[in-house]
């Protein structure tokens, strides 16, 4: 422990560790952990500096916001074994109720703090294709096509790989008017069309993009313009489907974190800064889908209409979604293991 | 006595390697140690320059007893049976080393130790090479700097572990003439252990037969080739490679 | 990175004198100048591939948008952290651990300890399993949900997700290398030359100092240029312990996945540019200090030859 001791002070006075947060009231500069999932981290980068500069002339303090970013189940991981957050922004709501079951360093009503079930902003999934839409896909039945190749994730591991998931089995629930046993075999020939399952969103993003394999990609809105746009707007098109799941990445004060760091204000007014029409109009340009009525009604041209259910009207919610579909044994381990042979 | 063994035993495990050995050699002596592999001769070496522990009995280095005293306190010269020698370090390196780690006060010189190296490179004809490193010098040229980066520190007991064993028998011959004749020079008492008991009878001037861990004799060497009274002594001795000329040899001396 | 340890005997400075008979050795062995050729094409075509090429695509991608780009993203503050951190880190790491290899391989091979067999196995374990492994292992024992964690933040130390985790985590993954490299060395090498340094007078110190070290600085230095690279290149333990906070705990190699993640290509390969660099520089430090350690003593020999009549 000594040793330990002695590596931690060498490493503070090197000025390596800025000490999280500490009796931040007393300093001129609080500092924030902001710990969110991988599609976010072009985002925060913008909405950060406008905050910092709103809050420097709200209260003249300079707050600096840390950001750390991974796969959205590997960082909820990450905050319960003590990662010291002081907001959380992750992929889907079930990673935040772990944290706060788990790490118990927030409540468990954490969604209700804040507008939208706690959920600035949106996007829905949607399928990125080769230039020109070479096998013509243009809705989720297309996906089982056998002459498809279809590039997900691996929705075990992968937070936002789950919403494609359950977007596919929602479209196919409607479609057959609620037939569970339809909505499986629906799903099972789709993952049929899947020859590799990457680990996370980016992974399988890179493997359709980089390496060209399959004929379509099913990924956020977001992540697929952005991808689309960073890596070749000449090369792939972009196709809505005919009705998408809503998926709602939520925010949350982490709040026993806060409490100890002396965040807890500062740490809210970052969240709440997310509904403010600037923090949307950054979000919109980063293609995710505002949810404020006011942000809605200026960008929403912007996007493309596109029926969307959620979670919760079709799945009872995140925990459920996930005993039923991705714990082990779940309806995926099932539908999958069949689905190689 | 310059050097003195009191029933001194060692054991490693089970294995008994010394047992009870008493033993001594007198100021000036070279004493010349014989006996079959395994026998315990180096081992005995060992321990009266300290680098094993005795589990018991004593050894006295002038009368004095050694048993407080470390491997470096001892004032031994120990001569390895593959030489041993620095090889990051020059000839002349080797040779001054002793000198050179000694406590600041007692340290000589700079130039001291330049003319003390340079008479002991003398001494052993190797001055020439002072330079060089041992990897680049013959087997017997290695031998005799280790002998005499053992001399520097001005021993009071020169310990020689098969010193010869690994040359061939030519340069061995010579060798052993030129070490008789050094000690025939610098006169510090001196036990050679060696395999061979003609090297043995030529250069000592006494010879002790180490035998499982025990003297089995011990005399000079014209005694000992009279005396056949041990029977596994005079195996030994019958063994040894050319008993015609120890024979002549022991006549002569 | 998989490791493999080669035999001392065929790294460390040969002596000029053996040179020349492994010359003549070959000779003796007597293959065909062809196939010496085939051989050497062979290694150097693989050299190339795997090696050379991707050395070259790395400053080609970092290159690509322009010098200026390339040094725009080099002043990226962020980046800069990153390279400061992953230095600190290796500096921490690569002493203790050439501490501990020292004091491992001497307890191992001439200390004649009880049980070494159970230390080398022990010493060897971080090659032995995966670093993200060893990363999930150090959460257990320092997370808040694993051994200590609870106690250490009763205490108010925090080590996971800190630089200090990132330093501890490198320290155990980069733990076998000077070890490794020690032990066959010093095995080979045996006790005598230290028994002769003890007899002499020497004190345990200038034992080890005069005697030791210099017969181990060639495979110390190889070990150190090898725990050095690993230190600086680690990923998989740092990713899992550093919480990847960006400009606190992130490692270069760590940094360089983000800006690729971000598709900031230029950014990325820059950064790589960075890491390959300081492999270069580590390699070349190396390589002088033989040079001049084998100058020196072709210039003393020289000397010595030229005194001779
Ligand atoms: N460190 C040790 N541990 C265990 N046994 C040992 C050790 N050193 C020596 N022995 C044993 O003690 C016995 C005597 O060894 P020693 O080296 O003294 O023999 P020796 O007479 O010098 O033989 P040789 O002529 O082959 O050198 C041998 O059986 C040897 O195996
Ligand atoms: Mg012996």
Redesign the pocket.
Known sequence: MKILKTIARLTLALGFVAPIGGTAAAQQKVTLLNVSYDPTRELYKEINAAFAQEWKRRTGQDVEIKQSHGGSGAQARAVIDGLEADVVTLGLAYDIDEIAQRGKTLPADWQTKLPHNSTPFASTVAFVVRKGNPKGIKDWNDLIRPDVQVITANPKTSGGARWNYLGAWGYALQKNKGSEAAARDFVARLYKNVPVLDAGARGSTTTFVERGIGDVLIAWENEALLSVKQLGPDKFDIVIPSVSIRAEPPVAVNEVVAQKHGTSKVARAYLEFLYTDAAQAIAAKHYFRPTGPRSLAKYGDSFPKVPQFTIDQLFGGWAKAQKTHFADGGIFDQIYSTAGK | MSVALERVS?R??E?V??DEVTFGVDEGELVALV????????????VVAGL?RQDAGAVRIHGEDAAPLGPGDRRIGFVF?HYALFRHMTVFENVAFGLRVRPRRERPSGSEITSAVKDLLQLVELDALSARYPSELSGGQQQRVALARALAVQPRVLLL??PF?ALDARVRKQLRQWLRQLHDEVRVTTIL?T?DSEEACEVADRVAV?HE?RIAQIGTAADLLRETANPFLGAFLADSPRPSASAKRIDYH | MSTTIAPPAARHGIPPGLRAARRTATAATGESAIARWILIGIALAYLFLFLGLPLFVVFEEALKKGVGAYFTALRDAELLHALRLTLLVAGIAVPLNVVFGISAAWAITKG?VRGHALLVALADLPLAVSPVIAGLTFMLLFGMQGWFGPWLRAHDIQIAFTVTAVVLATIFVTLPFVARELIPLMEEQGVTEEEAAVTLGASGWQMFRRVTLPNIRWGLLYGVVLCNARAMGEFGAVSVVSGRIRGQTTTLPLHIEILYNEYDFTAAFAASSLLAMLAVVTLAAKHLLERSHHAARARLIQEQQEKQP
């Open positions: 060692k490693f495990g294995f390697a010394l006996g079959p592999s395994g026998s315990g001769k180096s081992t005995l070496l060992r094993e049976q572990d098969e064993g252990v395999h180490m861990g | 004649k």
